[in-house]
C-alpha cells in the first residue's frame, strides 16, 4: 500500500493551480528565489530554467520541489511567504494564513469545500494504485 505524502507535498499539490495562476506572472523571479535558497537539484534548475512558457515554466518547479520532498516543499511555503515574493505577487497574500499543521482547516477556509473534496477524491485514487 502506497505510503501518504507528506503534510507539505499534500498542500502544495492542492495549491498548485493557485500557484501556477499567481506565479506564471513573473516565473523566472520565482525561479531566482527557489534556487538561491537551494530549494533545487541542479539538473531540475536547467530543466526548469529551459522552459520557454511561464506558465509551464512554475508547473516544472513546482512538480520538481514536490518530487524533491517535504523538506523542499516546506522551503517553497516559507519563500511564498517571503517580503520580497509578497510584494510581487500580491495575490499571495493569502499564504501568510496556510499552517502544514492544519490542513483541514485550511482547505475550509481557504481553498473551499470544492477543492477539499477534489483532493479527497485524489488520495482515494492514489490508495487504489
Do not use: W
Request: net charge positive; with cysteine.
Amino acid at each position: 500500500m502506497a505510503e501518504e505524502p507528506a503534510a507539505e507535498i499534500q498542500l502544495l499539490r492542492s495549491l498548485k493551480v493557485k500557484l501556477v495562476e499567481i506565479l506564471s506572472a513573473d516565473a523566472d523571479f520565482v525561479l531566482q528565489y527557489a534556487d538561491s535558497r537551494c530549494l533545487m537539484s541542479v539538473p531540475g534548475y536547467r530543466r526548469v530554467k529551459a522552459c520557454r512558457v511561464s506558465s509551464e515554466k512554475v508547473t516544472d518547479l513546482l512538480d520538481h520541489i514536490i518530487e524533491r520532498g517535504p523538506e523542499a516543499a516546506r522551503g517553497l511555503l516559507e519563500l511564498l511567504k517571503d517580503q520580497a515574493l509578497q510584494e510581487t505577487f500580491p495575490m499571495l497574500s493569502f499564504i501568510k494564513d496556510v499552517q502544514v499543521n492544519t490542513l483541514s482547516s485550511v482547505y475550509a477556509r481557504v481553498l473551499g469545500p470544492k477543492l477539499a473534496n477534489i483532493q479527497h477524491v485524489c488520495q482515494m485514487k492514489h490508495k487504489r494504485a
